[in-house]
């Protein structure tokens, strides 16, 4: 399984983007500023752009297992988990519905729907996730 996250819109608050597993549109995401290569401000940067490994495990902040994005540059614990705004994030990825300003709707909806086939997903093997601008 091969995710992609596309990064299309960007603000001064945050960064919105389409979420794609193997080639097929997800869901939209949410995550916080994207900046220069090398700045990170603590809880208030996008992951750097690249191709990470993707595992589920159990994470402390949520209390049962979730998705984990492993060997970020810089960065430690970086989930992929529901949420509406850059105020519910520090450095994640945010999954959504629908997208407005600065906002993903139906967050929940989202990550139940993606959570099931990233579990299928790493049963038949490593899962990577692939962070890219959009070209257009």
Known sequence: MQL???RQIFSATSTIG???IDDVFECYTLEDVTRAEG???PKA???PYGEYSVIIDNSTR???PMPHVLNVPMFDG????????AANTEGCILLGKTKGTDFIGQSRMA?????PKLKMGLQHGA????IVRSEG
């Not at 990550?111 to 959570?115: A, I, K, P, V």
């Open 111 to 115: 990550f139940d729907d993606f959570f």
């Open 4 to 6: 992609k996250l596309i």
């Open 18 to 20: 389409s979420l794609y």
């Open 39 to 41: 700045v990170k401000i």
């Open 127 to 130: 899962v990577k996730i692939q």
């Open 78 to 85: 970086i989930r992929i988990h529901p949420g509406n705004t």
């Open 62 to 64: 949520f209390g049962r």
């Open 45 to 47: 940067t996008a992951i």
